[in-house]
């Protein structure tokens, strides 16, 4: 199996600033990578697909980069909406695997 | 807009079963694949089921294969999940989700609000 470790865990940040989350993948998977975004009792969100094509109706200030096993989701100048948990997700191979989600505070 | 809409959910008994649905509106529901996603309480995402546009070919996580069988209606534009021999660690809100082609059948782009399954010991 394909494992996702996103890194870091959590982190705080305020309204404003950049902030970069970075998933990893245990082999390669060219860019068959997703970014999703959850917000409690909510379901999650499709963000990003193909490591860095973004969902229709999804503000700019999010992008995604990276190929293979290494792979980032910025967010520029953070809104309040912002807060939430992102997680990574693979679709190169079965199992589909999800990376642990990266929990995004306010500072 | 994608419109997906779980329903089934419920209380079970350890060892018993359920049935999941989940009805698509508001595109071509038999383009694409569909999959099942669960949550436990406060924890990540699990992938769980996956099916082709056509229903002709499926993938199953290895914690559900040979108890969980996902189908689809495509003339009912509906999703399903069966879920027998149920334990008390598949507790979880399941979530429908709209892939893509099966060759990025795992790209999920649309998701539904969910469904709780809980099982009691």
């Known amino acids: 199996d394909i494992q996702m470790t996103q890194s870091p865990s959590s982190l705080s940040a305020s309204v404003g600033d950049t902030v970069t989350i970075t998933c990893r993948a245990s082999?390669?998977?060219?860019?068959?990578l997703a970014w999703l975004q959850q917000k409690p009792g909510k379901a999650p969100r499709s963000l990003i697909y193909?490591?860095?094509s973004l969902q229709s109706g999804v503000p700019s200030r999010f992008s995604g980069s990276g190929s293979g096993t290494d792979f980032t989701l910025t967010i520029s100048s953070l809104q309040p909406e912002d807060f939430a948990t992102y997680y990574c997700?693979?679709?190169?191979?079965?199992?589909?695997?999800f990376g642990g989600g990266t929990k995004v505070e306010i500072k | 807009e994608v419109q997906l809409l779980e329903s089934g959910g419920g209380l079970v008994q350890r060892g018993g079963s359920l049935r999941l649905s989940c009805a698509a509106s508001?595109?071509?529901?038999?383009?694409?694949?569909m999959g099942w996603v669960r949550q436990s309480p406060g924890k990540g995402l699990e992938w769980v089921s996956i099916?082709?546009?056509?229903?002709?070919?499926?993938h199953y996580a290895d914690s559900v294969k040979g108890r969980f069988t996902v189908s689809r209606d495509n003339s009912k534009n509906s999703l399903f999940l069966q879920m027998r021999s149920l334990r008390v660690d598949d507790t979880a809100i399941y979530y429908c989700?709209?892939?893509?082609?099966?060759?990025?059948?795992?790209?999920?782009?649309?998701w539904g609000q969910g469904t709780l399954v809980t099982v009691s010991s």
């Open positions: 989700a709209k892939g893509g082609t099966w060759s990025f059948g795992g790209n999920f782009g649309s």
């Open positions: 508001d595109f071509m529901f038999s383009y694409y694949a």
């Open positions: 099916i082709s546009e056509s229903g002709a070919d499926t």
């Open positions: 082999q390669g998977i060219s860019n068959y």
């Open positions: 193909a490591a860095s």
């Open positions: 997700q693979q679709y190169y191979a079965y199992p589909l695997t």
